[in-house]
């Protein structure tokens, strides 16, 4: 099951007025007071979980901390400015919640591209319901990890097999295995998510049903959208 999350980004423009350039009859959303902000409807994720609330000052200072702390071992991308996104994710294993095995910002066929030479490997964003991703291409991402601790593994693609394959064949090695420690700071690479994947599990030896993890996600994002000032949506 999916962990609970709460995702709020960076204010572009305050809540105004909606004016849709739509023809009359399709202008979802005219006239309703909207927010301008720093989301991420990320590709991989299902689109009720794409709710979005303004950036408190509280969640900002957090996150100017932790990049300042992190900033060292951050790409270029991301140490030029602090981050402007941040999901807020509880996981509770009694609930079952994990997160299961995806790519953050990239198409299944990205290696294949750079197998090929591509000087784009990446393609176009993903698109879900009209809504690309929106991280910075290059730029890190930052996880900042309370509570028991969690297993990223990040898996690769068999090498003995075509480079475009089932995920199902791809290799978990205790090398690309890591605990998501109380207290933490985990950061993944621009690279990391261009070839391999990963997922975010319990480990089923250790710990008791009342475990809970809450992981502070932080992400550079480069695309705006506009929420619902009601609903955040």
Same mark, same amino acid.
């Given at each position: 099951m999916q962990p609970l999350r709460r995702t709020s980004g960076m204010v572009k423009r305050m809540p105004h007025f909606f004016r849709s350039q739509l023809p009359k009859g399709e202008e979802e959303g005219d006239g309703k007071a909207v927010a301008t902000l720093y989301g991420y409807p990320n590709a991989e994720c299902p689109t009720n979980l794409w709710m979005c609330f303004p950036m408190t000052r509280l969640e900002y200072a957090q996150a100017l901390r932790i990049w300042t702390i992190a900033w060292p071992s951050l790409t270029s991308v991301s140490r030029a400015t602090p981050p402007n996104g941040v999901q807020f994710l509880a996981y509770h294993r009694?609930?079952?919640?994990?997160?299961?095995?995806?790519?953050?910002?990239?198409?299944?066929?990205?290696?294949?591209?750079?197998?090929?030479?591509?000087?784009?490997?990446?393609?176009?964003?993903?698109?879900?319901?009209?809504?690309?991703?929106?991280?910075?291409?290059?730029?890190?991402?930052?996880?900042?990890?309370?509570?028991?601790?969690?297993?990223?593994?990040? /898996?690769? +693609?068999?090498?003995? *097999?075509?480079?475009?394959?089932?995920?199902? $064949? @791809?290799?978990?090695?205790?090398?690309?295995?890591?605990?998501?420690?109380?207290?933490?700071?985990?950061?993944?690479?621009?690279?990391?998510?261009?070839?391999?994947?990963?997922?975010?599990?319990?480990?089923?030896?250790?710990?008791?049903?009342?475990?809970? /993890?809450? +992981?502070?996600?932080? *992400?550079?994002?480069?695309?705006?959208?506009? $929420? @619902?000032v009601q609903g955040c949506t």
């Open positions: 009694l609930r079952r919640g994990k997160m299961g095995t995806h790519r953050d910002n990239n198409p299944g066929n990205v290696v294949l591209n750079l197998v090929n030479g591509s000087d784009r490997p990446w393609g176009d964003n993903p698109r879900v319901g009209g809504s690309e991703n929106s991280q910075v291409r290059g730029s890190s991402v930052m996880v900042f990890s309370r509570g028991r601790p969690m297993t990223l593994t990040l /898996r690769y +693609a068999t090498p003995d *097999r075509d480079v475009i394959q089932n995920r199902k $064949y @791809y290799v978990t090695s205790p090398s690309f295995q890591m605990r998501m420690e109380d207290g933490w700071i985990t950061i993944l690479d621009a690279v990391d998510d261009m070839l391999m994947v990963h997922e975010v599990d319990w480990d089923d030896e250790d710990g008791c049903e009342t475990d809970v /993890r809450f +992981a502070w996600v932080y *992400r550079w994002l480069g695309v705006t959208h506009n $929420y @619902y």
